[in-house]
């Protein structure tokens, strides 16, 4: 399995760079077979620079131009027109999310989910200097998603997920243009009938640049999205969703994923000892 790692790059020149070799070099480490794309989204810096040096090195790695007006889920979007892979994974060109957790999305991609999703706030995760306003409204979201949909998953608003290119082309169209892209793509997939795994993953602020992520415009986009799903789901009468008797079964088992990859990281922080 291919897996692509579609990374939304917005003036991140001072970032981008050790992102993209620590993400390279840990998946050539464990045998994974991948292609990085990262979508450069109106930079007006080096980014584009700095990822065409690291490619040199990196040949799994390219850069391509959105093709979109600016935004980050106008620039996810067009990372999902260009992925060439079986799977996709979105993430972060601020270094905040790990290779290291990339890889068990990957490995529970491999054991038969169709998407990996990860949380910060479960046991096991590990948070670096989130800042607390942040924080709060973060968890109120999670919380009222997890309310409304009942799934049992708290982290939705998390960027960093991976899905199956099936999964990709079923939850199409997508509405967002901004990252309240990163509620729908989750939300529509779970609605949708697609199974999904769950493992403890860390999440580090970013050493350099400025945050994207303007909450005070932020608001009504997302109860938008939040609620379009809602209705989707309750009033479409099944119509969008995927038939398959086999998701319940995988569905049960998410938190057990995520509890064996809490074993497995313990048994390799034991052995490195």
Known sequence: MKLSVVIPAHNEEGSVAATLEG???TLDQEGVDYEVVVINDASRDRTEEVVSEVATRF???????SKN?????FAVRSGLDAFEGDAVAIMMADGSDSPTDLVAYYRLLQEGYECAFGSRFVHGSLVTDYPRSKLILNRIVNFCIRMLFRHGYNDTTNAFKAYRREVIEHIQPLLSQHFNLTVEMPLKAVVRGYSYGIVPISWANRTSGESKLALNEMGSRYLF???YVFLEHHLSRGDYRRDDSGN??????IWRAGRLERDRRAAHETSAD
């Open 225 to 227: 999205i939040i609620l």
């Open 59 to 65: 040949p799994r790695i390219r850069c391509v131009r």
């Open 23 to 25: 993400l390279a070099t």
């Open 248 to 253: 319940a079964k995988k569905n049960r088992g």
């Open 69 to 73: 007006p600016p935004g980050f889920g």
